[in-house]
């Protein structure tokens, strides 16, 4: 008798990190529901080059609460349930506080937090809810969520979303102590600078550079070392990872 295929959320997969994540799921055998915000076009293309089968696509607005709700009804109704969630869908707003008008701030902050804190937390939500009422229990369950190495640092330029992804790995380590004893393990990674697409103009400017630099490797990470590390923590060995913020930068900033 085979074993039953891992099914795998991954929020955020129409490009970069997420798009690394789905590909790298689907390649250990896991069928995939592919999420996206609004670049569908980009979603289906994610979703037809994955190796495998049973793939779904799903969508919704993080910030929206019901959008949260009927996106993952939508993936557990496409796959027949979900066993493991990448919380990795993020809002980025590069903001400088002196330059920066209150109306200006109080979107960022309220658009950035939304999608980042709120919408992963309504997210985390519903995946438990269905991961507590499946008929084979919840035992086995993976949550991991991608967070960042801003959390650590500060992120001066963009200080909403350093702030999201501090209160991101609180909530990871808050998830782990609560869910442990259903058997569900909740972790994070915490990437540094990651070459996708939204950073090849930045990358290849005048502070490219220093960036690379920034580790003693002096280059940044790629899509798939990310996707590498989310692939253990979501996989059978990782359970006593649970409550684990993992640095994936290269040692670019060590705590």
Same mark, same amino acid.
């Given at each position: *008798?085979? #074993?039953?295929?891992?099914? +795998?959320?991954?929020?955020?997969?129409?490009?970069?990190? &997420?798009?690394?994540?789905?590909?790298?799921?689907?390649?250990?055998?896991?069928?995939?529901?592919?999420?996206? &915000? #609004?670049?569908?076009?980009?979603?289906?293309?994610?979703?037809?080059?994955? /190796?495998?089968?049973?793939?779904?696509?799903?969508? !919704?607005?993080?910030?929206? =609460?019901?959008?949260?709700?009927?996106?993952?009804?939508?993936?557990?109704?496409? *796959?027949? !349930?979900?066993? $493991? @969630?990448?919380?990795?869908?993020?809002?980025?707003?590069?903001?400088?506080?002196?330059?920066?008008?209150?109306?200006?701030?109080?979107?960022?902050?309220?658009?950035?937090?939304?999608?980042? @804190?709120?919408?992963?937390?309504?997210?985390?939500?519903?995946?438990?809810?269905?991961?507590?009422?499946?008929?084979?229990?919840?035992?086995?369950?993976?949550?991991?969520?991608?967070?960042?190495?801003?959390?650590?640092?500060?992120? =001066?330029?963009? *200080?909403?979303?350093?702030?999201?992804?501090?209160? $991101?790995?609180?909530?990871?380590?808050?998830?782990?102590?609560?869910?442990?004893?259903? !058997?569900?393990?909740? +972790?994070?990674?915490? /990437?540094?600078?990651?070459?996708?697409?939204?950073?090849?103009?930045?990358?290849? !400017? /005048?502070?490219?550079?220093?960036?690379?630099?920034?580790?003693?490797?002096?280059?940044? &990470?790629? =899509?798939?070392?990310?996707?590498?590390? $989310?692939?253990? @923590?979501?996989?059978?060995?990782?359970?006593?990872?649970?409550?684990?913020?993992?640095? $994936?930068?290269?040692?670019?900033?060590?705590?």
């Amino acid at each position: *008798m085979t #074993s039953p295929r891992t099914r +795998s959320l991954v929020t955020g997969a129409s490009r970069g990190i &997420g798009a690394a994540i789905a590909h790298r799921l689907a390649a250990r055998g896991d069928r995939v529901a592919v999420h996206y &915000g #609004s670049s569908a076009d980009a979603a289906r293309a994610v979703l037809d080059s994955l /190796p495998g089968d049973g793939h779904v696509l799903v969508s !919704g607005d993080l910030g929206v =609460p019901a959008d949260v709700a009927s996106m993952v009804a939508a993936a557990v109704e496409g *796959m027949g !349930g979900v066993d $493991v @969630l990448v919380n990795n869908a993020a809002a980025h707003d590069a903001l400088v506080i002196e330059d920066s008008d209150y109306e200006q701030w109080q979107y960022s902050w309220n658009r950035v937090l939304s999608v980042n @804190l709120t919408g992963t937390a309504n997210v985390s939500w519903q995946v438990v809810r269905h991961l507590l009422d499946r008929p084979e229990g919840p035992d086995g369950g993976r949550i991991v969520t991608v967070g960042s190495r801003g959390a650590f640092r500060g992120e =001066p330029q963009a *200080m909403a979303y350093g702030a999201s992804k501090a209160a $991101v790995h609180s909530l990871t380590q808050s998830l782990a102590l609560a869910l442990g004893r259903h !058997g569900i393990g909740v +972790s994070a990674v915490a /990437p540094g600078f990651v070459a996708t697409d939204m950073a090849t103009e930045l990358l290849a !400017g /005048p502070v490219g550079d220093g960036i690379r630099a920034q580790s003693p490797f002096n280059r940044v &990470g790629e =899509p798939p070392e990310v996707a590498a590390a $989310v692939e253990f @923590l979501t996989g059978p060995d990782a359970l006593w990872c649970s409550g684990a913020v993992l640095d $994936v930068n290269g040692a670019s900033y060590l705590r």
